[in-house]
């Protein structure tokens, strides 16, 4: 767990002129399948360069490109110059040797980094006729306010519409006077830990954090909810007024693992025809994360392929 | 003058062909889940570690572990693992109440947890062996090398000193600790089992502290003195 240094953070700088010099921007397209808007979380992408590589944002952009899927939900890991470990949202890492130096350099430059540098990456994105949809940031205990408010400008400087965050119902309570404050919305993201009741992983989780704010939604992971024995139609036919989009994966019930598509229980067919069929205002987010011997794109595309066949 | 051009020509060929395999080698050797493992047995557990989704969290080589999973090349349960008797049974059950919860992969056969750990096994021996050679281990103490070699290392069981002062005598510094680590090669020939004392010391590997070493090493250094 070594952050990068000045020098790394220089390099990664010295791309924005690059940057800056690229054709201008194209016209943003959704990409679109039986009329819904298809995107990835930029986590499906297990092959990239490290974070603060400055190939690493070229990357993405050539991977959405070659795969024709034009937004994304970006993970802040892929931001900002370290993993989400630096900045506290696993819990089992807060105390490794070293985490209480790292968290606070951390800090220290999301309170100083120029809003500059997240321009610059929207600008990389937006050149390319992409668009960051959501500003994937996993919202903790281990932010200050001043950190806080800090996440909402940077969203905000990459042309995100909001945020989607793997947090907790205790820091949702927390995060109600920064959503009201910058009006921007947070959606909760769920996995199936059933176990800690602070985490997000059942409808009725989900229910107390919709109940704080009107401006918190639900990133519906439609795998981990299903792995977590829970009923993601009857969920979306209940709360699709509150559910910004999904993440698509394939995941056995019970705790089970994750599958190619069509292999795992979760319902994939029948949710985006739900969505089709009713002309919910969800978009359809793309989450590789099964074991293959093959590129992440080359997965990503199968995993493509899967949906436009479901809706075909 | 003919033969001559013929023969320079057949063997520039040649070349071509041999380069050209070479490459295709190379280019089949590594996939998205690392590079094809050197024996079948431990090909199948790298299947099964891919397929299984197991290095995205755990990384493809036990380094880099992300998402708050263990460090599998330094978590002492996989040291203390024999033939996935440990490994098996968290993977078969899964780990629910972690923060992101671990899946169970209950649907894998005895033998591909077997295959499984032992390809685990394998790549903790690898890095740990590079760690440890890679680490700086000035300073160690002879006198708790001695307490390590009679005591907890268990090596006294199977060496006499003698034996090892006269082998310490014929390596540098860093011959002998490249030979402490891995006195045997890493992988036995196809389908023919490790020795009980290459077992031995490729567990040994697996577990060593820096200190351990360090140690042990002081303590062999000192051996031909003590003669």
């Avoid at chain 2, 040291?79 to 899946?103: E, F, K, Y």
Wanted: net charge neutral; hydrophobic share 40%; with cysteine.
């Amino acid at each position: 767990m070594i952050l990068p240094s000045r020098r790394d953070f220089c390099k990664f700088a010295a791309a924005l002129p690059v940057a800056m010099a690229l054709p201008p921007q194209q016209h943003f397209q959704p990409t679109l399948i039986a009329g819904l808007p298809f995107g990835l979380e930029t986590f499906s992408f297990h092959d990239l360069p490290a974070a603060g590589d400055p190939q690493l944002i070229p990357t993405i952009i050539r991977n959405m490109k070659s795969l024709g899927i034009n937004e994304c939900e970006i993970m802040s890991g892929h931001i900002e110059p370290w993993g989400s470990y630096a900045t506290g949202w696993w819990v089992q890492t807060r105390t490794a040797p070293g985490y209480a130096k790292m968290r606070e350099e951390a800090r220290q430059w999301r309170l100083t980094v120029p809003m500059d540098y997240y321009r610059n990456i929207r600008r990389q994105f937006e050149d390319a006729g992409l668009r960051i949809y959501y500003y994937n940031v996993n919202f903790n205990e281990t932010f200050s306010d001043e950190e806080r408010d800090r996440t909402f400008e940077a969203a905000r400087e990459l042309g995100a519409e909001g945020f989607s965050s793997s947090t907790v119902i205790s820091e949702a309570q927390r995060l109600v006077p920064f959503v009201e404050k910058h009006r921007m919305f947070v959606a909760m993201h769920n996995h199936n830990n059933l176990v800690d009741p602070d985490q997000f992983a059942t409808p009725q989780s989900f229910e107390k954090a919709l109940a704080m704010s009107k401006d918190f939604y639900a990133t519906l992971d439609i795998g981990h909810f299903t792995a977590g024995n829970n009923d993601v139609v009857a969920f979306i036919r209940q709360y699709h007024d509150r559910i910004t989009n999904i993440h698509i994966r394939d995941r056995k019930r019970d705790n089970g693992p994750n599958r190619p598509f069509g292999q795992g229980d979760t319902p994939i067919k029948e949710t985006l025809r739900l969505i089709r069929d009713n002309h919910y205002p969800i978009r359809c987010y793309i989450e590789y994360e099964y074991g293959s011997f093959r590129s992440s794109v080359e997965e990503v595309r199968t995993c493509l392929e899967y949906c436009r066949e479901a809706l075909a | 003058m003919n033969l001559r051009w013929s023969m320079g020509a057949l063997a520039v060929a040649l070349l071509c062909l041999v380069q050209l395999a070479s490459a295709q080698e190379s280019k089949r050797k590594v996939d998205a889940g690392g590079s094809v493992a050197p024996t079948a047995a431990l090909e199948r557990g790298r299947t099964v570690y891919v397929l299984s989704s197991c290095h995205f969290c755990h990384g493809i080589d036990l380094t880099g572990a992300s998402m708050g999973a263990a460090d599998l090349m330094h978590d002492p349960l996989v040291g203390a693992d024999r033939n996935g008797n440990l490994i098996g049974s968290i993977v078969l059950a899964g780990l629910p109440n972690l923060q992101t919860a671990m899946p169970k992969f209950a649907d894998l056969t005895k033998d591909q947890i077997s295959d499984l750990s032992g390809y685990i096994h394998y790549l903790r021996q690898q890095g740990r062996y590079k760690e440890l050679m890679a680490t700086n281990l000035d300073g160690g103490d002879a006198k708790a090398g001695e307490a390590y070699f009679n005591g907890a290392g268990g090596c006294n069981k199977c060496h006499s000193t003698s034996n090892l002062a006269s082998a310490t005598r014929k390596y540098d510094a860093s011959t002998l600790r490249s030979r402490f680590l891995r006195p045997g090669p890493f992988l036995p020939a196809e389908n023919a089992a490790p020795s009980a004392g290459e077992q031995a010391h490729l567990r040994l590997l697996e577990n060593y502290s820096a200190t351990d070493v360090a140690n042990a090493l002081a303590y062999l250094e000192k051996l031909p003195l003590l003669r």
